[in-house]
C-alpha cells in the first residue's frame, strides 16, 4: 500500500475510540438485555464485531501491527433480528457436511438394511444396491433419521465436516408441499431467531459457549 492511501495516525486513533464506544454500547446491551435472544445485544455485538475489524485494518495499514484478540466479523455475522416477537411459526433449516471416508462400509451397511427387509420388495432393493454409492445413500437415508446418521456417521463410513442449524421465524404455517421445490431459497436471515454451529476450526478440547447469534464456537 502506497504512502497516500494510507490511514493517517489521526484516522487510527479515531478507529480506536470507535472500538471503545462499541466495547460500552456492548456491555450496556448485555447488563439491559430482556432475554437470551434480545435483538439489542445482538446489535450491539455485530457493531463491535464491525468495529474491532475496522481498527484492526487500519492498525496494521499504518502501523503494521495486529490486535491481539479475534472478534468473528460481520460477513460471518447474521443480520440484527427483524422478525415478529411471536412468530406464529418456525422453520428448522439443516446443513450438514460429510467426506466419503469408506465408500465400501457405506455399500455394506445399505446391503445390510436392504437384506434385512421382510417384504415383496426385498429382492429389488437388494439388487438395487449393488456397487452404486447413490443406491446405497439413498437406502441409508431413507432407513434413518438425519440425526441418527449424524450420531452413527462412523459406521455408515462416513466423516463429518461442518454443520449448521439456523432457526426462523414464519408469520405462518405454509401450506403442505408450498415450498418443497425450492426449500431453502426463501429464507431470510433477518428472520433466523438462533443458529449453531459446529466446526473442526474448533478445538475439541475446549469447552463451547453460545455468542448472542446462538452460533456455537468455543473459549479461547
Known amino acids: 500500500m502506497s504512502d497516500a492511501a494510507q490511514p493517517t495516525a489521526a484516522e487510527v486513533r479515531a478507529a480506536a475510540e470507535a472500538v471503545k464506544a462499541a466495547l460500552d454500547r456492548h456491555l450496556a446491551a448485555v447488563e439491559n438485555r430482556t432475554g437470551d435472544d434480545d435483538p439489542a445485544v445482538y446489535a450491539a455485538?455485530?457493531?463491535l464485531a464491525a468495529a474491532a475489524e475496522a481498527y484492526d485494518e487500519r492498525l496494521y495499514d499504518r502501523y503494521d501491527e495486529v490486535t491481539p484478540f479475534e472478534i468473528p466479523g460481520v460477513e460471518d455475522s447474521l443480520p440484527p433480528y427483524a422478525g415478529p416477537a411471536q412468530p406464529n411459526a418456525l422453520s428448522v433449516l439443516i446443513r450438514r457436511d460429510y467426506a466419503m471416508a469408506?465408500?465400501?462400509r457405506l455399500l455394506a451397511q445399505a446391503q445390510r438394511i436392504a437384506d434385512a427387509e421382510g417384504d415383496d420388495e426385498a429382492?429389488?432393493?437388494?439388487?438395487?444396491?449393488?456397487?452404486s454409492v447413490h443406491a446405497a445413500i439413498g437406502v441409508l437415508f431413507g432407513e434413518y433419521e438425519a440425526?441418527?446418521?449424524a450420531?452413527?456417521?462412523k459406521e455408515f463410513g462416513l466423516e463429518?465436516?461442518?454443520?449448521?442449524l439456523w432457526v426462523a421465524a414464519a408469520d405462518e404455517l405454509p401450506e403442505p408441499g408450498e415450498w418443497l421445490s425450492t426449500p431453502f431459497d426463501q429464507t431470510d436471515p433477518s428472520r433466523v431467531i438462533c443458529r449453531f454451529d459446529v466446526s473442526a476450526v474448533f478445538d475439541e478440547d475446549e469447552l463451547y459457549e453460545e455468542d448472542p447469534t446462538g452460533r456455537t464456537h468455543e473459549l479461547p
Do not use: K, L, M
Not at 429382492?123 to 456397487?131: H, I, Q
Not at 463429518?160 to 449448521?164: A, F, L, Q, R, Y
Open 45 to 47: 455485538f455485530n457493531d
Open 102 to 104: 469408506e465408500p465400501q
Open 123 to 131: 429382492p429389488r432393493t437388494a439388487a438395487a444396491v449393488g456397487s
Open 147 to 149: 440425526d441418527e446418521i
Open 151 to 153: 450420531s452413527r456417521h
Open 160 to 164: 463429518e465436516g461442518d454443520s449448521t
